[in-house]
């Protein structure tokens, strides 16, 4: 595959071949007629530069033909370079950026003991994740084996291709810890083999299988470009050059060692007969495991009508009814604390939903959920709550493969600012298209004496430009709101839990007074932002249109009255998703931002925040700076934050 497309990574995909091809010959349930069956076990490549390894065992098993294998890396091919998931085929999550791929899979294996804790052990089965070297040297490896051995998770088999080898040097000369008295010292059980010996191999995965109290790690020592030949006839093993192109390009010949591996030379693409007769058994034992599963399951059902309904709503995605009109909110509260009342609506509603935070739940105010359920905990996963320890990163990953697995809806809060730490699985989470739901606190300077530190000034800029990026199938990749007042910001819940795709949801730590009414209940107008951008005042004919979201908004009203005092008209939009605003109907978006009236921005982050919407000829305050240490409201007054500056900034716009 490589070879052919002039790209890519064959090393490490003939090193692994081994250990694959056992786990796939043997141990690996699933549903070879259904690949999307819930309770199959799942397997999780962290390595995606290593794809031609798993397509080649997904070929053999039936899922991949072999024209495909021949597009590797190619425009429109469902063989891409790094593996993007296609659970239909075979392939559980996109893979590529090191150390995430395994971190999914902890989501996954979490995902499924929370299910069988509600609907019994006869639907529990394996996680399987496959690291290599660079894998257990991002830090995010520390997050991942501090958390499974924590939680004693005892169905995540991870396999570690120890070959010594990395894309520009060798492993001993970045890294000589003592791998397996790291992972022990965390909780695993860990297993030494030989990761081409196929007794070894077989061994190790029934020895995984069989433990009840830990997740296993089974260090496969193997070898780089696995029986790689040179034009001499000498071996090409164990080279960093094999590592991230084709085996030509390294030197080596390709013919010889498509021959040293008793393939066919003149048509190395060819599956001998042998090849096909294991995998064609493998699949008829799969079709009788998928079958007495299925009785499992109906005499499960017959047995467990209540359940199983709820279950079939778990898995098919149906929320609960839920008056959000009714959910009960202090006027002028933060937002971070309205989101912690529908937090306690949803954990007596939502059943499914599991709700994370990173060592900040009693201020980001996820606690809200916690209240009202209880943390995960070795051997007990009846609750609902995830606390991950200060691992952001690691965190969002799980959020991530709880997503892929399915049946739960994933949360996962922190302080905004540490959105910096959570950009790369946010930006897979975006990718794939999963229904995580980020929530971020601490929205803008106004963490005050905190100080610059934590105080996101360029983050909404950096966040919601996944809002303007689309996937292959032209679909937004992501949904942010940064919701005004309260009220919005059960309404945002609302919006976040019935989205198919990721949604942030921005909240402010200080309290923001609510926004006046146009004549109806603040709840119904607050359902606007279902459209993205609203009008939320309004003056008969408007000199100019004032724009802003989240805490920003209620200095606008307040700025838009001290201006109305001196007879000057404006309007107040909100455009708390400038991305749901732009999928709005063209006359929509023109009847909230008329053409022709001056238009006005003030955003807490960079002035960027709002240019789409106010315009290049429009005037926006925002920060061009970081912040200071200081109570929030001498910051607002430093910084310009209030009804007075807006006014004497509109005026001066208007040339009044």
Not at 229 to 237: H, L, M, R, V
Not at 296 to 306: F, G, I, L, P
Not at 477 to 505: C, F, I, N, Q, Y
Not at 513 to 525: D, F, N, S, V
């Amino acid at each position: 595959m490589v070879e052919k497309a002039k790209s890519g990574h064959p090393g490490g995909a003939m090193g692994g071949a081994d250990f694959i091809t056992v786990l796939f010959t043997e141990f690996l349930r699933y549903d070879p007629d259904n690949m999307a069956y819930p309770y199959r076990d799942r397997f999780f490549l962290d390595p995606g530069h290593m794809s031609p390894m798993l397509y080649a065992t997904l070929s053999l098993a039936g899922h991949y033909s072999t024209e495909d294998l021949q597009s590797l890396r190619q425009w429109g091919s469902v063989t891409p370079g790094h593996p993007e998931v296609d659970v239909m085929r075979g392939v559980e999550n996109t893979s590529g950026p090191l150390g995430q791929g395994h971190a999914m899979a902890l989501g996954a294996a979490i995902a499924e003991r929370f299910m069988a804790a509600r609907f019994g052990e006869w639907m529990a089965h394996k996680t399987y994740a496959y690291i290599s070297d660079g894998a257990v040297e991002e830090e995010i490896s520390q997050g991942v084996g501090r958390i499974a051995g924590h939680l004693g998770l005892s169905n995540f088999v991870m396999y570690y291709d120890s070959n010594n080898i990395q894309l520009s040097t060798k492993v001993d000369e970045v890294m000589t810890e003592n791998v397996a008295m790291k992972y022990e010292a965390w909780g695993w059980n860990v297993l030494s083999i030989d990761g081409h010996n196929i007794n070894e191999i077989r061994e190790a995965l029934v020895a995984a299988e069989s433990e009840t109290e830990r997740p296993t790690l089974i260090i496969g020592h193997t070898v780089m470009g696995k029986g790689a030949k040179g034009p001499a006839g000498e071996s090409f093993e164990n080279k960093v050059s094999t590592h991230g192109q084709p085996l030509t390009a390294a030197g080596a010949d390709f013919a010889a060692t498509v021959k040293n591996l008793g393939g066919d030379a003149e048509n190395p693409f060819a599956v001998f007969a042998e090849s096909r007769e294991v995998f064609a058994e493998r699949r008829e034992a799969l079709k009788e495991w998928a079958a007495k599963q299925a009785a499992v399951e109906k005499s499960w059902r017959a047995e467990h009508k209540e359940l199983a309904r709820k279950l079939d709503d778990f898995l098919s995605g149906k929320l609960p009814e839920i008056d959000y009109k009714s959910i009960e909110m202090k006027a002028d509260v933060a937002t971070r604390a309205a989101s912690a009342t529908v937090l306690g609506v949803f954990a007596e509603k939502i059943d499914n939903m599991i709700v994370a935070s990173a060592d900040l739940s009693n201020s980001d105010k996820t606690d809200g959920y916690l209240k009202k359920t209880k943390a995960f905990t070795k051997g007990d996963f009846s609750g609902k709550f995830f606390q991950a320890g200060v691992s952001e990163l690691t965190m969002a990953c799980v959020a991530n493969g709880m997503a892929l697995h399915g049946g739960v809806i994933p949360v996962c809060g922190t302080f905004f600012v540490f959105s910096d730490y959570m950009k790369p699985a946010v930006r897979l989470s975006a990718l794939m298209r999963l229904h995580v739901v980020y929530v971020w606190t601490h929205d803008s300077f106004r963490v005050g004496e905190d100080g610059p530190t934590h105080q996101p000034v360029e983050h909404e800029a950096q966040i919601r430009l996944m809002e303007h990026l689309r996937n292959h199938h032209d679909e937004r990749s992501m949904l942010v709101l940064r919701p005004a007042d309260g009220d919005e910001t059960v309404m945002a819940w609302k919006l976040a839990v019935e989205e198919h795709r990721p949604v942030a949801l921005v909240l402010s730590r200080q309290n923001i007074k609510t926004l006046p009414t146009l004549g109806a209940i603040r709840r119904e107008e607050a359902a606007q932002v279902a459209k993205g951008g609203y009008v939320v005042m309004d003056a008969a004919k408007p000199a100019a249109v004032l724009i802003a979201t989240g805490s920003e908004v209620a200095t606008l009203v307040e700025g838009a009255e001290l201006l109305a005092a001196e007879g000057i008209p404006v309007r107040v939009v909100n455009v708390p998703s400038e991305g749901l605003f732009r999928d709005q109907p063209r006359s929509y978006q023109e009847s909230v931002l008329p053409a022709g009236v001056a238009r006005y921005g003030m955003t807490s982050g960079l002035p960027v925040n709002l240019r789409g919407l106010v315009g290049e000829n429009g005037v926006i305050h925002g920060l061009d700076h970081f912040g200071w240490s200081a109570p929030y409201k001498v910051l607002d007054e430093k910084f310009g934050y209030n009804g007075a500056t807006v006014a004497a900034e509109v005026k001066k716009m208007l040339g009044k």
